[in-house]
């Protein structure tokens, strides 16, 4: 049984070596996976807004407050946006 632990500290001693060795490459490595799983989740999230009613609508700028409301939202006065019949009334009335 001895023989075993031998042949496990010398695996342990040669990888503790490589890893000593080739570190900078490792780290390299696991900083690239970070960058990717990062990447990753952010075209997850990305995707998730996507599937949101919210993306396939453009936003417009209220041309009074200058809230951006989705275009569906906004009240349209011939070619001028606004957020909200507030803004319509406060834009006459000025
Ligand atoms: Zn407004």
């Known amino acids: ?3 075993i632990f031998v042949i496990l ?3 342990l ?3 503790g070596l ?3 060795r080739y570190r900078k490459q490792i780290a390299g490595i696991l900083g690239l996976a970070r960058a990717l799983k990062d990447a990753k989740d ?3 999230q990305s995707r998730t807004i996507s599937s949101d009613d919210a993306t396939s609508i453009p936003l417009v ?3 009074k407050c200058g809230v951006w409301v989705p275009q569906n939202k906004a009240r349209k006065i011939g070619e001028i946006f606004y957020c909200s019949d507030e803004c319509v ?6």
């Open 61 to 63: 700028n209220c041309s």
């Open 13 to 15: 001693v040669l990888l």
């Open 89 to 94: 009334q406060l834009q006459k009335s000025s």
């Open 18 to 20: 490589t890893a000593l």
């Open 1 to 3: 049984m001895r023989e």
């Open 9 to 11: 500290f010398v695996i």
């Open 42 to 44: 952010a075209v997850g």
